[in-house]
């Protein structure tokens, strides 16, 4: 297996992504979207990618614009943008290779996200969301999006991968209100490919019983 660094142009600015490619290539193709301010770089997302290139996929892993390596601003993290930069990472693989079996995949928001693409992308073949949720407003979440509304900015901490610092994201109230417009269980049912939902018995963010709705 081989890894590769990559930066794909946007209309907002490049996309950080890390391309994994098996011994021997296929027509499979995986793209992975992290789950909500994640970076590429975590340790489950690049599991899964390890686990993916082992079954015959190439993989493509990426920052979404807005946040970690990848260019634009924090405002420019909606939920729109992340569907435009799967459309962006899928056109520049598929100018390398005619892949024909093409799985879109992400943990948390982004497994959201990968539903959201599924269903509007006819060249998608197959969907794997990792503890997603339904929308990104979400039952029991409301005083924390009224505080968040109140404040017109929301700060949130993450881990930088392979170190000891942490990153800090401070995200306009838009994005709530542009993320409101989109919610996967208004949509399901016309999802027209398979969808492998996994869900983790002891997660109290996305619970099994959400992710089973």
Not at 12 to 30: M, N, Q, S, Y
Not at 77 to 86: A, D
Not at 118 to 146: D, F, H, Q, V, Y
Not at 171 to 181: H, I, N, R, T, W
Request: charged share 25%.
């Amino acid at each position: 297996m081989k890894t590769e660094p990559i930066k794909i142009p946007s209309p907002k600015g490049d996309i950080a992504a890390v391309v994994h490619r098996p011994d021997e290539l296929t027509d499979k193709l995986a793209i992975l979207c992290p789950g909500y301010l994640d970076s590429k770089d975590y340790d489950h997302l690049v599991g899964l990618a390890h686990d993916l290139t082992a079954k015959g996929y190439t993989v493509a892993r990426f920052d979404p614009i807005g946040t970690w390596e990848s260019g634009g601003e924090i405002a420019d993290y909606t939920t729109g943008e992340c569907l435009e930069n799967m459309k962006a990472v899928l056109e520049y693989m598929l100018k390398a290779r005619a892949y024909k079996q093409i799985l879109a995949g992400g943990h948390s928001r982004g497994g959201f996200i990968a539903m959201l693409y599924a269903l509007r992308e006819p060249r998608i073949s197959a969907a794997l969301a990792i503890m997603p949720p339904c929308s990104l407003i979400r039952r029991g979440n409301e005083w924390k999006m009224e505080e968040w509304k109140k404040t017109g900015f929301k700060t949130s901490k993450r881990d930088v991968p392979n170190s000891s610092d942490y990153k800090t994201f401070t995200v306009p109230y838009s994005q709530v209100l542009e993320g409101a417009k989109f919610n996967v269980l208004e949509e399901i049912g016309q999802l027209k490919v398979p969808v492998v939902l996994v869900a983790g018995e002891l997660d109290r963010v996305i619970t099994p019983a959400e992710v089973e709705s």
